[in-house]
């Protein structure tokens, strides 16, 4: 028992310092305006500014299509690993780019996207001509997503090996056809994967901001931005720390549909 | 259990060790405080073969550390506890600091080497009388641009970046006081504007612009001018020079209604352990010798008259680096404006920033 107490020291510590303290520090510099008075302004400020308000909406919309594209692509992806020989070693495979730093990454993209780029140089040898590609919202959530999809993957393919194989046959004894196994056994078998991965997908997507500017040409402007402006140049640490709280808000908002969601289904089933 | 607590106890010695060795090693490093200096620049600011003269010469030692901007520089001198003993921060960064009482009044009797700046670049309204502050270099915001895209004739003035035959081909700084600068200039106003009309106008100015915005990014921009990607940028004088060193196709221009002129300076903070280290540095940086091989090799413009003789004539009578007096005469600094309108500088670049679309 007293060696219980003391294993959870590291733990509590952590938790406390690192999770709990920040977490009640943006809380509390969000409560100061500028010039360091006790204020709801910044509150005021965001909920009846125009520009927060189409930033906020633009970031989720971003967000949403970003895990839109990501889904799309890693749902399949997971699915087609799992029924590979070596599965482990593809999965290495499409987890290995996240051993490489994001920001050498997106540099990589500014070099196949630009002008000069290779894209374009096999564009134009194929006889396309040379295309605008950087600085649009294509390219911009096509970086997003690459950099997203391990995130994606992974959650969905563990829980897609975590299917024992003698439901499917049993499935299939019992009269149903490939699709059907698919859509009534595999499919929600597989959602809370689905939804670990929503949720490690559309929450950072919220508050890209780096590749906004790179790959993006700060013509996409997520909320990202804005904090990064506001501690960084005008140093108004208490508005930037009042978008912090919305967006710690809208996790919660997300967590609490995904995790829901999967419970109601859990009974029904 | 026993093995485990022989692990941690040997990884704890081990860090013991490594952390007496690190400290060992710093006061071999520093042979004694009395000849130590601290410098705080910019990265890449200076000539490292200067720093080994100096030592040699002086025999003092240098300890050298670099940042990356004005305000995270601040942030550490505010809080306390560093110990530079010479800092380079920008001018409106050294009203900041003279404000906050963060900076030591200089004894002009010591800067036996002053005489060589340029008058020109002495007791500028950011520090009257130079009572702190020693200009390093000097730099402006400006136009760069491609020639095999545009001529030159189209980008001479702020207000040619506004003709629609620059569609989608211009990239800005991302900074809400150059681009705010560059607009109030435009309009004939001053790039310390406080007045909220008159910044709101200029913002309204602006989103007209946005046709022609292709991008608003901050470094990458050298990367993309020097790969085509763009055919007009507006960009401060430094990182014009280098990405004109890369692609000989870019030009600069400041333009000659005026622009923003900005200086590096040195200062020593309050809180300086060898005050007589750092200004046996600044003696040594004025030395016209010393200050022609640091510009040849940092490639800004130097405020250092004597200096600037010894360098090419190639260099010097490079209008785009060393403007003009009728051009020199309208450049304005940036004052240090109250954080409140610094506020709304951004709240309205970010605004046309989401404009943009």
């Given amino acids: 028992m007293r060696n219980k107490t003391l294993f959870i020291i590291p733990y509590a510590l952590w938790i406390i310092l690192f999770v709990v303290a920040p977490l009640v520090l943006i809380f509390y510099q969000s409560f100061f305006d500028i010039s360091g008075h006790l204020t709801l302004s910044n509150y005021a400020n965001y909920l009846t500014s125009s520009v927060y308000l189409k930033m906020t909406l633009n970031s989720v919309w971003y967000a949403f299509l970003i895990t839109l594209v990501t889904l799309v692509i890693s749902y399949p992806t997971a699915y087609v690993l799992n029924h590979l020989p070596n599965k482990q070693f593809w999965l290495l495979l499409v987890i290995l780019p996240t051993w490489i730093n994001l920001l050498l990454k997106t540099y990589a993209f500014i070099g196949l996207f630009s002008r000069t780029g290779s894209i374009n140089q096999f564009l134009r040898f194929v006889g396309f001509g040379s295309h605008q590609l950087l600085f649009t919202d294509a390219s911009f959530m096509f970086v997003a997503a690459y950099i997203e999809i391990p995130f994606m993957v992974l959650p969905i393919f563990n829980s897609l090996a975590e299917i024992s194989p003698s439901l499917i046959n049993a499935s299939k004894d019992l009269g149903a056809n490939q699709w059907q196994t698919f859509t009534k056994v595999v499919l929600p078998l597989s959602m809370p994967g689905v939804k670990a991965g929503i949720q490690a997908v559309f929450i950072p997507s919220l508050s890209l901001f780096m590749i906004t500017r790179l790959i993006g040409g700060n013509r996409v402007i997520t909320l990202g931005t804005a904090i990064e402006e506001h501690f960084l140049t005008t140093q108004n640490w208490g508005m930037g720390s009042t978008i912090g709280v919305i967006l710690i808000i809208a996790m919660f908002i997300v967590m609490f549909i995904t995790g829901e969601a999967k419970q109601k289904g859990g009974r029904t089933r | 259990m026993k093995k485990l607590l022989t692990v941690v106890i040997s990884i704890l010695a081990l860090c013991a060790a490594l952390a007496m ?337």
Avoid: C
């Fill in chain 2, 21 to 357: 060795g690190n400290a060992a090693l710093n006061q071999h490093h520093g042979q004694g405080s009395g000849r130590l200096l601290t410098i705080y620049n910019w990265g890449d600011y200076i000539d490292p073969a200067l720093i080994n003269k100096f030592e040699k010469q002086t025999g003092y030692k240098v300890d050298y550390e670099t940042f990356d901007s004005n305000e995270s520089m601040l942030t550490k001198i505010r809080q306390g506890g560093t110990n530079y003993d010479l800092v380079v921060p920008s001018e409106y960064t050294v009203q900041r600091m003279k404000r906050e009482h963060l900076l030591a009044p200089l004894d002009h009797r010591r800067l036996t080497n002053l005489h060589y700046i340029d008058p020109q670049f002495l007791n500028r309204s950011f520090d009257r009388g130079n009572r702190y502050s020693v200009p390093y270099f000097w730099g402006t915001l400006g136009i760069i641009y491609n020639d095999q895209k545009v001529s030159a004739g189209d980008v001479q003035h702020w207000s040619q970046l506004w003709n629609p035959r620059l569609r989608n081909n211009l990239m800005l700084i991302d900074s809400a006081r150059d681009v705010f600068a560059m607009t109030l200039i435009a309009q004939g106003h001053s790039v310390n504007t406080t007045d909220y009309q008159t910044l709101k106008k200029a913002q309204d100015h602006l989103k007209t612009l946005t046709p022609n915005v292709k991008a608003i990014v901050a470094d990458e921009m050298k990367m993309y001018m020097e790969q085509d990607e763009a055919a007009v940028g507006v960009t401060y004088s430094g990182d014009a020079r280098e990405m004109m060193s890369v692609n000989h196709h870019l030009h600069y221009v400041v333009p000659s209604e005026g622009s923003n002129i900005w200086f590096d300076n040195m200062v020593i903070p309050r809180t300086a352990k060898n005050k007589e280290a750092a200004y046996a540095f600044i003696n040594f940086m004025l030395e016209p010798q010393n200050a022609a091989q640091n510009a040849r090799y940092v490639g800004y413009a130097t405020p250092n008259r004597a200096a600037k003789k010894l360098l090419p004539k190639k260099v010097t009578s490079n209008q785009a680096f060393y403007p003009p007096a009728r051009t020199m005469k309208h450049l304005q600094t940036y004052r240090d404006l109250p954080l409140k309108t610094l506020g709304v500088y951004n709240d309205l670049f970010l605004e046309f920033k989401m404009f943009a679309k």
